[in-house]
């Protein structure tokens, strides 16, 4: 895989979610609150810095390994429909 930095596509909100795609080919799915609730969201709780102004990341999907994805070919901007997901 090519080493690529930062985030390579735009970030979309979707309530208290923000999506985005990262340069390891991961979907990652954030609490707009972060930390500052108090409370860790969701079923990742990895997260090296729990502060009141740090990220709270509720999930990752690693399209690379789940999908079958690689950065040379992927075409993917997280589009947020509602309460209901992405695509």
């Given at each position: 895989m090519t080493s690529r930095?930062?985030?390579l596509?735009?970030?979309n909100r979707?309530?208290?979610r923000l999506?985005?795609?990262n340069n390891r080919a991961e979907l990652v799915c954030l609490d707009t609150e972060g930390f500052l609730d108090g409370k860790n969201d969701g079923p990742f709780q990895d997260e090296?810095?729990?502060g009141p102004t740090d990220a709270?990341?509720?999930w990752k999907l690693d399209m690379m390994k789940e999908?079958?994805?690689y950065s040379e070919t992927w075409r993917i901007h997280p589009r947020y429909w509602g309460g209901s997901g992405f695509c």
């Open positions: 930095p930062g985030c596509f735009l970030p979707g309530g208290k999506y985005y795609v090296t810095r729990k709270d990341i509720i999908l079958g994805v």
